[in-house]
């Protein structure tokens, strides 16, 4: 099994800067792909960025040019660094982890993102 830790949420102004972690642990080498999808207040979660085994990377129109999805190999770590952060992107960010045959993947706990006006 695979377990997924996210760090590195808070609070900041817009404009600004976060980085958001997700560290695997487990069985990691089943991992195909690991994706953030985030969840606003009375709102259904949504996907936001992807990346692959091979380092392929895709985002939701909402966010590209601002969003980054990277990862490290060494440390079992995928990242998303967020630029130009907007009210609308607040909201709780979830890392999840797929596997070959198995829609259903891994979810992390979720961390806070709040961008205030």
């Known amino acids: 099994q695979v377990q997924l830790v996210e760090s590195g949420g808070g609070s900041v102004q817009a404009g600004g800067s976060l980085r958001l972690s997700c560290a695997a642990s487990?069985?990691?080498?089943?991992?195909?792909?690991i994706a953030w999808y985030r969840q606003a207040p009375g709102k259904q979660r949504e996907w936001v960025a992807i990346?692959?085994?091979?380092?392929?990377?895709n985002y939701q129109d909402s966010v590209k040019g601002r969003f980054t999805i990277s990862r490290d190999n060494a440390k079992n770590t995928v990242y998303l660094q967020m630029n130009n952060l907007k009210p609308e992107d607040t909201a709780v960010y979830y890392c999840?982890?797929?596997?070959?045959?198995?829609?259903?993947?891994?979810w992390g706990q979720g961390t806070q993102i709040t961008v205030s006006s």
């Open positions: 999840k982890a797929d596997y070959p045959g198995d829609p259903r993947g891994t």
């Open positions: 487990g069985s990691t080498f089943s991992i195909i792909a």
């Open positions: 990346i692959t085994n091979g380092g392929l990377t």
